[in-house]
């Protein structure tokens, strides 16, 4: 263990040599330390950047999403003034004020080594430049990377996702005896950035429908200097018990500012549904609660659990105010870390705190992790974070490149608009009264 740990000590020196060449660069694009934390003005209800970070896009349906970007030496890519314009509506609908990655924390089984790869490692700086044929169909845009210079590495293109929805309206449906039926599609945003020997793709989706998805995909190459997990902390992946990959986790955070509407000030609330078994005859019943979440919290995952942002300032042509899900994907939950004990964060909006863990911009003695700013305040203006992790147990296919594992979580358009983007004319007029079937 004494070589490993010799080995990952050097490989983490030579990093923090490159981070601190760097910091100049991050912190003029963070806020100021002395800054005291100030409400942002509301959005525009559309991206009103320049053409160059500008992302505008029209799918199915007739669905436009716009928004702006622009580049953080540490964490990359963040999408600004976010908005949604389903076919019917006759401005966008603001839903995002800001959305980005905020954490990649690393940390190694045997305990030897840990990293920040996005505060921690040159992961903004190593943007990767991207071949035409990394982006099909799409166009990839120059990004601006202060202390290095233009890199081609931001792709914008569309996806094909199947079915958008299908309904064959036959006699059983009350219906017309037409089959209607729509091929979604997706815009798609994402940028490759390097930390160390991994590489992240860090993509960004939004549906026609309403959705809106982001993924984080590892792929590269294991480390070589953690080919040592001779403590049963590995996998071999060399012949027979040679090259034992050192396990290890990946816990990813994004940070979200919601705006829906135009506003800052949206509320949090949180479901749980309860099932009951029948005592005798019968089937079982099942009560759903809403909890009202009006302080800071530090959430946990749960069956039949789940969050929504709740406009503070609009409601759709049905008179519910409009909110987006978050729908976190498959996660497992690493107990090593305070920040990393929770699924999700919702904390109080201040300008400083923007990184999950390790965070850079606060006053010195500021607490530097999520999980301390989930400390009970009143949440007026709500920054969402979620968390998910993926613990790393290699396999001989890992090599070589690492075929790209994924870890996400979606938004879904909860009473945005008072029925499906998507519906065709024929059923525009079934809301809430569909034909009854014979
Ligand atoms: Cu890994």
Redesign the pocket.
């Given at each position: 263990m004494h070589v490993n740990r010799l080995s990952r000590a050097r490989k983490r020196a030579t990093l923090a040599v490159a981070v601190s060449a760097l910091l100049g660069g991050a912190l003029s694009v963070a806020a100021p330390a002395s800054a005291a934390p100030k409400a942002p003005s509301a959005p525009a209800a559309a991206a009103d950047c320049s053409d160059a970070y500008k992302i505008e896009q029209t799918l199915d349906g007739g669905t436009t999403w716009r928004m702006c970007w622009h580049y953080n030496t540490l964490s990359g890519l963040i999408l600004d003034k976010i908005s949604y314009q389903p076919k019917g509506e006759a401005k966008p609908i603001p839903v995002l004020t800001s959305a980005r990655l905020a954490q990649v924390h690393?940390p190694y089984d045997d305990g030897q080594a840990e990293y920040d790869d996005v505060t921690g490692t040159d992961f903004g700086q190593a943007l990767q430049n991207l071949a035409p044929g990394e982006c099909p169909g799409g166009t990839i845009k120059t990004v601006k990377v202060p202390n290095r210079g233009e890199v081609k590495g931001l792709c914008t293109t569309t996806r094909a996702r199947g079915h958008a929805y299908r309904l064959n309206d036959d006699a059983s449906t009350g219906g017309s005896g037409k089959v209607f039926s729509g091929q979604g599609k997706d815009l798609l945003v994402y940028t490759v950035n390097k930390a160390s020997w991994?590489e992240y793709i860090t993509e960004w989706r939004f549906s026609s429908d309403g959705t809106i998805t982001s993924n984080v995909g590892?792929t590269g190459s294991?480390s070589p200097y953690d080919y040592d997990g001779g403590d049963d902390r590995g996998w071999p992946i060399g012949k027979g018990d040679q090259a034992k990959a050192e396990s290890?986790?990946?816990n990813v955070f994004w940070r979200l500012n919601f705006g829906l509407d135009g506003s800052p000030k949206a509320k949090v609330e949180q479901y749980d549904s309860k099932v009951t078994p029948p005592t005798g005859p019968g089937s079982p019943t099942t009560k759903t609660t809403r909890t009202k979440v009006t302080k800071e919290l530090a959430g946990d995952r749960k069956d039949m659990r789940w969050w929504r942002v709740v406009s503070g300032a609009g409601k759709n042509t049905d008179g519910h105010p409009r909110s987006y899900e978050i729908v976190p994907g498959a996660s497992n939950k690493h107990a090593g870390r305070p920040f990393t004990k929770h699924d999700v964060y919702f904390t109080q909006y201040k300008k400083c705190e923007q990184y999950a863990s390790n965070n850079i911009g606060c006053p010195a003695g500021s607490p530097d992790s999520v999980d301390k700013w989930a400390n009970g305040e009143s949440l007026t203006h709500p920054i969402t974070w979620v968390h998910i992790g993926?613990h790393?147990i290699?396999r001989d296919e890992?090599q070589q490149p690492?075929p790209v594992?994924w870890q996400g979580f979606s938004l879904a358009a909860r009473d945005v608009t008072a029925m499906s983007p998507l519906t065709p004319q024929d059923l525009a007029n079934q809301n809430g009264q569909p034909p009854m079937g014979g």
């Open positions: 690393v991994y590892a294991l290890h986790a990946h993926f790393h290699a890992d690492m594992h």
